[in-house]
């Protein structure tokens, strides 16, 4: 269906106001609008005819608009002219085409990317999908352009060239229609409607009515805070739709409303970074790029895979101690185990009369330690005194009574060592490493030889097997010579021990030497 009007001013009332044409429920079909004008000039000498069309390349009818110039051209004695789109740049018309992206724009937005036409009349055919142009038949200002305008033969000769080039243009082929798209989307203010549309020509058919969408605003921002990383915003903002058609005085009422913006969130980037590795962890160093926070990110490393190398189980009076070493890299940790203290069970008890006390025969049941408890006549009040455990040694708390003098006594068990590393040498693949500790408490020093790692081998993409710690295939020649010998860090350690302890005692001897020369030399006479 075509519609042409002749005054498009015409056009901006009806579009609005005509409900029979633009309701939801007539659901329009229109194919193409035309609006029919002659031009004028304040000079004489322009001439022609002129066609503008959409900025919007869905409803730029450049095919038509040149059929249109040409069939005039070939009817009349006017110049055929040229075919031209003009954009709006965002003025302070208040009422713009539809895009994909708002059904309302507003031009000078950044956000939206979509152009704008500046002529309302195919602002508004574009707005509701419909296809549109003006059509400007030549210049009255321009005496050979009005001569043929003023005839009457020649309006009807124009009338019949227009006819034809839209008959051909939407009859001159079979049409093949599309799957159905969106002419224009429903929002709050009406429906929209879908239409399968030629592929060729554009003509529409099978127009359907598309759900309600109340909350389909087209928001435009009257004024805003914008939040930052951690703090809200604030957004007054209106529809752009209900305040188009209150300024048209469509009959509705709308007010701004107002909205809290939640806090933006940091936007991190990495500014650091060490990598986690096997036993130790690694960490991310990253700063927002908003506000400058800097946040430090731990990444977890591999743990160490530990196996027990040696222990020795505590007693009831005595902590062990546990040996292990990590099964990948040699990683050698020394901890106490605490003594679980006296096991005691009850053996027997002699219990208590009027006028004597009896007690009660605990036994340990694992040392066999026997304890006697008292039970007294006497309502024991206890005053309690305690002596500290050592590393190796149990302390003990003595409650006695105030009363009748009764004393008993319990063995707190002892608190082990604490060994801090002194020398510590990691095992290789095939060598020893060595461990000296001494106790932060006691200073008892320990002296532990590290059995070596031994191979971890993996085999390759080629099959061949190689140790993936230092690099050994599997079969290869690890003989040891003298000087690899000399060079282990575990002999080298001892070395430097036994170096250092030589050397003390010869220092030691030398003064002893000459103590003894001075000591003959004053007493000689």
Known sequence: MVLILLDQVLFCEWIFLNK??????????????????????????????????????????????????????????????????????????????????????????????VKSDYYSVITFCSKFGIPSMILEHGYCSNPGDDAVLSDDASVWAIADAEARAIIQYYTGHEHVFGPAETDYPSSCMWHGTASSRCTICGAKSGTVDLPEAPENHYWRILESVPPTCTEEGYAKKICQI??????????????????????????????DETPAGHGQDGHYLKRCSVCGLEEEENIPGDPHTYEVTEEVPPTCTAPGRRTSRCTVCGDLITEAVPSPGHQYELDRTVPATPTEDGYEVWVCSVCGDEKTEILSVCPHEYDIAETAPTCTDPGRRTYTCRLCGYVRMEEIPAAGHSYEAQMSVDPTCTEEGFFRGKCTVCGDVVSDRIPAAGHHFVTAEDGRRFCSICGTEENGDEVRSLGQTLKSPVVIAITAVIVVQFATIAVLLVRHSRAMKEHRAKFRY
């Open 20 to 113: 029979k044409v633009f309701s939801p429920q007539a659901q329009p079909q229109y194919d193409l609008f035309i609006s029919l004008h002659c031009n004028s000039s304040t000079e004489s000498y322009p001439n022609g005819s002129t066609a503008y069309i959409s900025v919007v390349d869905r409803f730029a009818a450049w095919d038509l608009a040149g059929s249109l110039l040409d069939n005039i051209s070939a009817a009349v004695p006017i110049r055929r002219g040229k075919i031209e789109q003009r954009e709006d740049t965002g003025g302070s018309a208040g009422i713009y085409y539809w895009n994909a992206e708002r059904q309302w724009d507003m031009p000078g937005d950044s956000s939206l990317g």
């Open 242 to 271: 209900e305040n188009n058609l209150m300024q048209q005085k469509y009959g509705n009422e709308v007010e701004p409303v107002e909205e809290i913006l939640p806090p933006a969130g940091h936007s991190f980037d990495i500014i």
